[in-house]
């Protein structure tokens, strides 16, 4: 977490149903869409919860059973598309990569894509670190004239982001990635083609995670429900720092962290990474064995957290973060205290 | 917000998917079981969202169409659960109170409970502040053998509540209210019975909000999804403060706080009091057409929030908190400033 973040934590948290607090709603809305690159006329709707709420949020309203979707399941949150379809009764085909897999344009050009209304894609499959190829996704979804939804939790502001320029109809973020936030907000932005057809006008089947609601109360700045105000202004005060320093160099540090660390590391005998390509925001690391107690270990001796996974990957697996407050010296020295535990 | 809330604030927010959190929620459900005054056995869903969101997996995951539920319908959170009950075809009887009605005994005289297999009750109805006599709904329910779901969200920890003697089987609370943290959680306790009977085994019909999956996570101290990390540590924090202060002592505080600024506000002329129970949460007061202006010149010229209404209370009803870190002086304060805006 930034300092100006934590500085914003520090203060007492305002009343919010407030000509302020609208005023900043909708400052907020317009840098959000800005940051994903996307027009003025997008929609922006800011959910207090995780971002699958976010996800649950855009299947939910977007989708019934007279539409089919296609879901690229390359991990546990390409399984919680599934998951969602399920739930809904809202038919779908999944393109499942095997763990490790990467996906390639060899796993779309077997697919008649007239059979389907939306692609649904988690461009960055957050448990194995897998950064999906767009252009692959994008040639696909405008041959066939599909919805393109695209989960952009764990790479938005760690990569680029063109979500016009790359045609994608709507995008899903949180707010604890790598806008460096505390968790308990998703913000899902759609253009005005998908709101106006997919989301609008439609009869309610949820209350809480009714995204037309959101868009309605948007338009004079305010949330049909509390939402988690603290994390908002913490929000505000992200994107006005986003907005001095500039995405783009925000992404190039970033992106120097993960290649100096993916550089370094790989010079460690016994340590791999994945083939696939990777997102800035974290390296996913093979170490056979010796996860678990890697994990414990940099924790308990030295406070440094990494992200274990789990399943099958428990033991094997661990992903090093790029984003938020780092530097290039806490790399020196994680890689240090990783080699001391091999 | 209290000082020792602030503290918790100005820290960097851990990672979660560890002991030590784990260990933290674990020691959390207990304490707000001991808060609520239900048995150990209870179960405690902790879901980070506003209060509707813990309405909405109550309603949504205890009730289908094979129910019928009975709601009193005293304001806009009444209606609240109506919404639910006609988003998820759940059948619904409501008592409608008019705009400052009075919740009687003679409401449920004449209904005949055998129809229904639970009832609704949001037992401060905050939007007008309204605490409905829990001594004539426990009759009623204890008589049809309904289950009793209670949305205690404005009134926990600023009035009396003890879940088990007064009959309720589940209770949904919120962090933003009395508890005085950030908003961003939704607390939903459950007896046993209930838990077992209407929400355990059931076909899921929504993801996010899906009650058994929460409680299957707590089992280990963990949630499903990424959690509101922050306010849960706000939780924790003001949880141990209230253990060692003492709810009783902090609900006679608040009483008192309520009681003081009722006294003297009664004194001035033009101002008066709904004749219905009130919740020690906040002081309704009806200000004839003045309400816009008191609010925002409060606002405006002092800093001060008050709560003001919508829809056709806007013009004449204000709502005086008395939760949170406040004391005597602020009101004798308020007071002033309220009288020189008549």
Redesign the interface.
């Known amino acids: 977490?930034y300092d100006s973040t934590?500085q914003v934590?520090?203060k007492?948290?305002?009343?919010f149903?407030?000509d302020e607090f609208s005023k900043i709603m909708l400052d907020m809305e317009s840098q959000i869409k800005r940051c994903m690159e996307t027009s003025e006329d997008s929609k922006v709707a800011i959910i207090?919860?995780?971002?699958?709420?976010g996800m649950?949020a855009v299947v939910?309203n977007a989708f019934d059973d007279r539409d089919k979707v296609l879901v690229i399941n390359g991990g546990s949150f390409g399984h919680?598309f599934v998951?969602?379809c399920e739930?809904y009764n809202i038919q779908y085909d999944e393109i499942k990569l095997e763990l490790g897999e990467k996906f390639k344009k060899e796993h779309l050009e077997s697919i008649d894509g007239s059979n389907y209304t939306a692609m649904l894609v988690n461009i960055d499959e957050t448990s194995v670190g897998q950064l999906y190829n767009i252009n692959i996704i994008k040639e696909f979804c405008q041959k066939y004239n599909l919805y393109l939804i695209v989960d952009a939790i764990s790479s938005f502001m760690s990569d680029e982001y063109k979500m016009d320029e790359w045609g994608i109809d709507c995008t899903i973020v949180?707010s604890?990635k790598a806008l460096a936030l505390?968790?308990?907000l998703a913000i899902i932005t759609m253009n005005k083609k998908f709101y106006e057809n997919k989301i609008e006008n439609k009869k309610?089947?949820?209350?809480?995670?009714n995204i037309e609601e959101h868009i309605k109360n948007m338009k004079r700045g305010q949330t049909?429900?509390?939402?988690?105000?603290?994390?908002i202004l913490e929000l505000k005060d992200r994107l006005d720092n986003i907005e001095k320093i500039g995405k783009d160099n925000i992404i190039k540090e970033t992106k120097e962290k993960a290649q100096y660390f993916r550089k370094k590391i790989m010079e460690i005998d016994g340590i791999t990474i994945p083939d696939y390509i990777l997102s800035n925001t974290v390296t996913p690391i093979i170490v056979k064995g010796k996860a678990v107690k890697i994990f414990n270990n940099l924790?308990d001796k030295y406070g440094i957290?990494v992200?274990?996974s789990g399943g099958e990957l428990k033991e094997d697996f661990l992903r090093i973060g790029h984003i938020g407050n780092l530097d290039i010296s806490d790399y020196d020295e994680l890689i240090e205290k990783i080699k001391e535990e091999l």
């Open positions: 977490m934590l934590r520090s007492q948290i305002p009343y149903r407030t207090t919860g995780s971002g699958t709420a649950e939910s919680r998951q969602l739930i949180s604890q505390a968790p308990g309610p089947k949820n209350l809480y995670l049909p429900f509390t939402p988690a105000v603290g994390v924790k957290f992200t274990p």
